[in-house]
């Protein structure tokens, strides 16, 4: 079993910034890509931002600029620093993290961007 713990969401200001981070415990052997996801009320999941095994970032066009992904392969931890936040970026991210042929989802963390 892998388990993935998500923190750092909460209620922040317009311009304000956030770090998330998401820590994978468990049987993991091998971790390829992580990744980043969110997904607003009535809307379908989006990408926000992912790294592959070797460091290579892709990011949602809503957020080059502003977000930046990282990872700390000896911790199986993934981060998300936010920066500029938008009343729009407001949603639930998750956390992902794909390991062999198998993908794990992160129970989901709020962020809010008050106006």
């Known amino acids: 079993q892998v388990q993935l713990v998500e923190s750092g969401g909460g209620l922040v200001q317009a311009g304000g910034s956030l770090r998330l981070s998401c820590a994978a415990s468990g049987s993991i052997r091998s971790i390829n890509a992580m990744g980043w996801y969110r997904q607003a009320p009535g809307k379908q999941r989006e990408l926000v931002a992912l790294?592959?095994?070797?460091?290579?970032?892709q990011y949602a066009d809503s957020v080059k600029g502003r977000f930046t992904i990282s990872r700390d392969n000896a911790k199986n931890t993934v981060y998300l620093q936010m920066n500029s936040l938008k009343p729009e970026d407001t949603s639930v991210y998750y956390c992902?993290?794909?390991?062999?042929?198998?993908?794990?989802w992160g129970q989901g963390t709020q962020v809010t961007v008050s106006s």
């Open positions: 992902n993290v794909q390991a062999g042929p198998y993908g794990y």
């Open positions: 790294i592959n095994s070797g460091g290579r970032m």
